[in-house]
């Protein structure tokens, strides 16, 4: 319907007023004639609400979902009004349920509601500014543009920016790669949960986070520990949000969850020996390579990832003994740790000629990890370890055991406090024992 809410004649003193106030038009409104006279009116828009069901995707029960689609000036959405009814009970040409039992009045009751609201949302978009499409009144209906930004939005921008200090050498790969599979796990719990893309961060509230946190101990098979994992970075997300002003509640404000702290698996000396002095078939000599790097790590406390990166740069002589120098590569923090001879031993036998890039050659992890866990087999040694084992083994039993105070350990296996240490470091049965008898002896001498 054409509606003519102008027709008349401007002078030059009101010309200016008319050119801004046309500029301000200009997007609702066909220009037919721009001279002395002006005939202006409001362009035609083409809306239209439709609710239907979508016959593909009936339950069970013989339920099917309502669907609200909306058409707005040649563009077109769709979205979910979280709504069943059954199929016989739908009348297609209303866009209603039929039914008069509990189910369809109620389904007829919200169907009017979303019905007035998305009208509302719509009128609000038409009489301000912007482009005029169906996506864009259904996001604000969804709650997206309260605030113009979103959950996924904020945590793209932040992968985007963390990949280029990843680059510069500023952060580490492996924390990006969390980042990355955080951020596909919450695309997931959305639709999975919500059947939406992406959340408004206004609309992020508790129940969210719990449900969040449920989806990836139900659905994704996580630990606790590795939940907590995944929740930091969603709550940096939502930390990002409120310093900027975009987030004005915090969500995680009565949130809690906790690492879980478990027992470390170490090997003991007799253990340890044991697979030192394992003799191993010329087919399986691959094995002897995993059994002696496991050593070396065992008496050294490298991590796999720094022994992978290891050069010979960093064998040192140091007061005449060799040490091996380096900075972790994971904190950074510089380790230095002198050489035992078991160490040396190993060092001899299997470190590449100067002129190579590394000290040692080593095999992928997954080969290193399966066969160590092979030989542990083999040894008669019924615990559960990883490549890790070797590190917490140096802390316990080499050196904590032998009465190596728990600072000097910490400083070798570069722990930036001592807690950390006291975590990898266990007091053994064996060191309670000694500790005893020499209080025993003291006593004795009262």
């Known amino acids: 319907m054409v509606v003519e809410f102008m027709k008349r004649s401007f002078s030059e003193e009101n010309s200016l007023w008319v050119y801004y106030y046309l500029l301000l038009q200009i997007e609702r409104t066909d220009i037919y004639q721009f001279n002395n006279h002006k005939y202006i009116r409001k362009m035609k828009s083409t809306f239209c609400i439709l609710f239907y069901v979508k016959r593909i995707a009936v339950k069970k029960d013989g339920t099917a979902p309502i669907f609200c689609r909306i058409t ?37 009751s919200e169907i009017k509601k979303i019905r007035k609201n998305v009208r509302k949302h719509y009128d609000t978009i038409f009489n301000g500014l912007g482009p005029l499409t169906a996506e864009r009144v259904k996001h604000s209906y969804l709650g997206f543009d309260r605030c113009g930004r979103t959950l996924l939005q904020v945590f793209e921008n932040h992968n985007k920016d963390y990949e280029q200090l990843v680059i510069n050498g500023i952060r580490k790969e492996a924390t990006y790669d969390r980042y990355c599979c955080v951020y596909k796990h919450i695309q997931e719990f959305l639709w999975k949960k919500y059947r939406l893309k992406d959340i408004a961060l206004e609309d992020i509230r508790s129940n969210f986070i719990a449900d969040f946190e449920a989806f990836l101990k139900n659905k994704k098979g996580c630990s606790n520990n590795t939940t907590c994992i995944y929740i930091t970075p ?22 809690r969850i906790s690492i879980q702290r478990k027992d470390r698996v170490y090997l003991t000396m007799n253990e340890i020996e044991n697979i030192a002095n394992m003799q191993f078939t010329k087919f399986r000599k691959n094995y002897e390579l995993i059994r002696d790097l496991f050593v070396f790590c065992t008496f050294t406390g490298v991590s796999y990832i720094d022994l992978k990166h290891l050069k010979h740069k960093n064998l040192k002589l140091i007061d005449g003994e060799l040490w ?56 008669g040694i019924e615990k559960d370890i990883s490549w890790h084992t070797s590190r917490h083994s140096f802390a316990s039993e080499v050196c904590l055991l032998n009465g190596v105070p728990i600072e000097t350990i910490s400083r070798m296996l570069g722990h930036t406090d001592v807690k950390t240490t006291q975590i990898y470091a266990k007091v053994s049965n064996t060191a309670i024992r000694r500790d005893m008898a020499n209080l025993a002896e003291r006593l004795k001498r009262l």
């Open 234 to 255: 969603l709550r940096k997300m939502i930390s990002i949000a409120i310093n900027n002003g975009w987030l004005v509640c915090d969500p995680f404000f009565n949130y």
């Open 72 to 108: 707005l000036n040649g563009t077109q959405t769709s979205f979910s009004c979280k709504l069943f009814v059954p199929l016989d009970k739908w009348d297609a040409k209303s866009g209603m349920a039929t039914g008069r039992d509990v189910v369809s009045r109620h389904a007829n």
């Open 324 to 379: 091996l120098c380096f900075n972790r590569h994971k904190t950074g923090i510089s380790c230095n740790i002198p050489l035992l001879e078991t160490a040396k031993e190993i060092l001899e036998r299997h470190k590449n000629p100067d002129k190579a890039q590394y000290l040692f050659t080593l095999p992928v992890y997954q080969t290193l990890l399966s066969g160590i866990k092979r030989i542990v087999e083999k040894c």
